[in-house]
């Protein structure tokens, strides 16, 4: 097994547990996205609330598309009543 396909199984493992975590706090992301928006407007006094906005949108947006890919959407929410 060479260097590069020791990097590519790395990648494909990173992947994977990205992609686990998003499915399982999917909400909770969301929220700090949310959260951290809210805070950067505050911040700026408003200035730049369109872009703020707009890319929080494509951050929800790119977590909804994740979660498309594999089970129940990534941003529902299920499984996290199960951590405690």
């Known amino acids: 097994m060479g260097f ?3 990097l590519k199984g790395a990648k494909d ?3 994977e547990k990205v992609g686990d975590a998003v499915d ?3 909400d909770k992301i969301e929220s700090g996205l949310e959260k951290a928006a ?3 407007d505050d911040k700026t006094k408003g200035k730049y609330h369109d872009k703020i906005e707009s ?3 494509k ?3 790119a977590l ?3 979660g498309d890919g594999e089970g129940d959407g ?3 929410g299920t499984g996290d009543d199960t951590s405690v």
Request: glycine share 12%; no cysteine.
């Open 59 to 61: 951050a929800k947006d």
């Open 24 to 26: 399982k706090h999917g």
């Open 4 to 6: 590069i396909d020791k």
């Open 55 to 57: 890319a929080t949108d």
């Open 13 to 15: 493992t990173v992947t």
């Open 38 to 40: 809210d805070f950067v």
């Open 74 to 76: 990534g941003t529902t």
């Open 64 to 66: 909804g598309k994740r």
